[in-house]
């Protein structure tokens, strides 16, 4: 994807963003050593992800979930790993006020610095079944009110955590107010990630509410981000394709049968670079299935094999509004990518996935 350059005058100077990321260049994990990261959604998915590789790499983190039994068991799982006492589970429901607060509380009781650095708004729930918006029975004397958990979880909840990251991130002792000025990496910071998803910048048809919620994901994070040198709190966004998680179900993992799926492991490295390295402000990355491509002449996108000359293997790419000129649904190279990587895969790959998708009811994701 063509990137653009980091115009002087344009808006995202005015913001004060920092520049476009290359993804291609290293981050350092180990940075996020000694932060203390509130995740919410932690116990499953791309939470659990987070959770081992910044407990991993000497973060404390402290993950607020409704799943009780599987938060627990996976903070005493990873502390076993580690021999430390820096994972914590958290009962939280985002969308009971109340119950973040307690989280936020906790997560600053438990901090050894007595202060939050990161927030990661990541807890969600797939589109409801009776989610479409549209009235079943037109002949009811009186229509009934529609089904809005999932703007309850997937919105409320994400709003009621950023206003307490905006309460508690700037009471982080030793933090200062980030800035695109400093070059430094600042190992106490104030940081907010929302996880959005292609349906924040793609329309989700059948799936109204939850593409929805994604895309109001997206408002915050572009409103939010134009006040960063205001408030000195940064913010940055990914926004996953389909990804191997338990959110996925059975009709969906059908539908997407024979073509690719992106991975956790890539989710986790888009956001540990964003936690990793406090310089970058306001950005976003977008995270699919990762393959081998190359552009030919034309600017279409081929799968090729892994070493051709000239070819990038990425699974994240930076969105901008101008990707979305030529069509509504996608964004084009990615497209193009998902539909190369199909043809790659051919119907020896759909029945696979029908196969895995159907196994996945009975076993799981392993
Ligand atoms: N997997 C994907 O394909 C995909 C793609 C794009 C975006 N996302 C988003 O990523 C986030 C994480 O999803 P995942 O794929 O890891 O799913 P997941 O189901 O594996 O994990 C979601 C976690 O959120 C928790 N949760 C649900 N409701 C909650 C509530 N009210 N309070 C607290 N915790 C609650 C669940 O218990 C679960 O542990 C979600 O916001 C989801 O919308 C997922």
Not at 268 to 295: M, N, W, Y
Request: with cysteine; hydrophobic share 40%; net charge neutral.
């Amino acid at each position: 994807m063509e990137t653009p350059s980091h115009d002087p005058n344009g808006l995202s100077a005015a913001i004060r963003q920092s520049p476009p990321l290359d993804v291609s260049l290293p981050y350092d994990a180990s940075r996020v050593k000694g932060k203390t990261i509130v995740v919410t959604g932690g116990a499953s998915g791309f939470g659990a992800g987070f959770v081992r590789e910044w407990a991993n790499n000497g973060a404390n983190v402290i993950m607020g979930d409704i799943n009780v039994e599987k938060g627990d068991a996976l903070a005493r799982q990873i502390r076993k790993e580690t021999g430390k006492d820096n994972v914590h589970f958290v009962h939280c429901d985002v969308t009971d006020w109340q119950s973040q607060v307690n989280l936020f509380k906790e997560a600053v009781r438990l901090s050894p610095h007595g202060g939050i650095d990161t927030v990661v708004a990541n807890a969600g729930i797939a589109p409801e079944p009776d989610e479409l918006l549209h009235p079943k029975d037109l002949s009811a004397a009186e229509p009934k009110a529609p089904n809005v958990k999932t703007i309850d979880v997937n919105f409320v909840g994400v709003a009621y955590s950023v206003h307490l990251a905006y309460y508690w991130l700037p009471r982080n002792p030793g933090a200062k107010a980030c800035s695109i000025d400093s070059d430094q990496r600042q190992p106490r910071d104030r940081h907010i990630l929302l996880i959005g998803s292609l349906a924040s910048l793609a329309p989700l048809s059948l799936s109204p509410q939850y593409g929805a919620t994604k895309h109001a994901v997206l408002g915050l994070f572009r409103s939010l981000r134009a006040t960063t040198h205001v408030h000195g709190i940064r913010i940055n966004m990914v926004c996953p394709y389909f990804i191997d998680t338990p959110i996925l179900k059975l009709p969906v993992r059908i539908f997407l049968a024979g073509g690719g799926m992106g991975k956790v492991e890539d989710v986790v490295e888009a956001a540990t670079r964003f936690v990793s390295d406090s310089r970058i402000l306001g950005r976003a990355l977008v995270v699919g299935p990762k393959a081998s491509l190359k552009q030919d002449d034309q600017g279409e996108w081929k799968v090729v094999d892994y070493g051709t000359p000239g070819s990038e293997v990425k699974a994240l790419w930076e969105p901008y509004a101008d990707d979305w000129h030529e069509q509504d649904a996608f964004n084009r190279n990615i497209a193009k990518a998902l539909n190369a990587v199909q043809a790659a895969r051919g119907w020896g790959g759909w029945a696979l996935d029908v196969v895995r998708a159907v196994g996945y009811l009975f076993w799981g994701s392993k």
